[in-house]
């Protein structure tokens, strides 16, 4: 495709003069000739344009109008401006190239000037798409390699939730609903975008403090004694203690002390483990300070904790387990409706609530035949 260059000037028998002196090279350029800055930008919005070529002094909008408008586009701002004036011109010449203008070029207009400043344009151009498709390459390669990182990353999550889930005889598909479920609650509940999707990735590692708890109690048929119960709910420390987010490496060459590195160190920050912790740590905390492991209340139990307990108990209540039916969902949400402020924050519930068809739909989609005892 031949380079295109557009030329602009008020005067027409000036236009025509550079048809005359341009015709040879017509093979080599497509060249567009118009009157006004108007017809230009006019040009410039409806087609590729690889050098502009324009008067300064026209009437009603000038070259300056021009050049404004042409800098102040992101679509044209890469376009080189060749700017034909009057040699004595001086100060306008300033104010052109202040402006954006590329080069400038005196009246009246060389020939072999003319030509020589156009292929100079017209080289900067190339170089610079060139540059721009370079860059759009490698953000695009950039952008691929991010979504395979993230896909790995969510991949693993969930297989390191399954972890806890093989253990305790749940289905793998219990955490993909409790995240999903999450995630409806945060959006219901008016939170920032990021918060829905961590807590989506997050929630589903609630219980991986279970692979902390002996085989003999977390397997164990019928109903577990106090001390049993004492054992069981080390998961949350377990699993607040797996994710935390203090990270201890061992420095290499030599047998030196762990280091820990904080959030001094490097802003070493990981919101991703901070509620991931969280939630390990304190969604069995109960709104009204009977829950464990600290025996936090209201809202001192951290936010995406008190959503977790809403989405973990529906899950529990509607789903079947080899030793459990599913309970259908009038029954599930008369038995949550009497723990709203005991168990559960009432805003928490309230958009729990208000979010029952997108819950029954989660359910539905999700759901997996039982095996049998």
Known sequence: ???RVLFVDDDPKFL??????LRPYRKEWTMIFVGSAAEALRE???????TLVTDLQMDRQTGFDLLRAVSASSGLGHVPVIIMTGAAERDLKRRALDLGATDLLNKPVDSADLIARIRS?????????????QNELLER?????????????????????????????????????????CKVLADALGMPHDFAETIFLTSPLHDIGK????????RRPGTLTAADWNVMRRHCAIGAEILRQDIWMQPPGGDHPPVEQSEGDGGRRNPFLEMASAIALAHHEWWDGT???CGLSGEAIPLEARIVAVADVYDALSSARPYKPALPEDKVV???????????????????RRSRTAFRDILSRLSEPVKAA
């Open 1 to 3: 495709m031949t380079p």
């Open 16 to 21: 025509d003069g550079l048809r005359r002196m």
């Open 44 to 50: 410039m919005s409806g087609s590729t344009v690889d």
């Open 121 to 133: 344009a017209l080289r900067l151009k190339s170089y610079q798409d060139q540059i721009r498709d």
């Open 141 to 181: 390669k950039v952008r691929d390699r991010t979504r395979e990182l993230d896909e790995s990353r969510v991949d693993l999550i969930w297989r390191l939730a399954r972890v806890a889930e093989f253990r305790d005889e749940q289905t793998g598909h219990h955490i993909m609903r409790v995240g999903s479920y």
């Open 211 to 218: 692979i902390g708890i002996p085989d003999a109690i977390l």
């Open 291 to 293: 829950g464990y492991p």
């Open 334 to 352: 008369d038995i949550m409706d009497r723990q709203v402020r005991t168990h559960f924050d009432p805003a928490v519930y309230e958009a729990f």
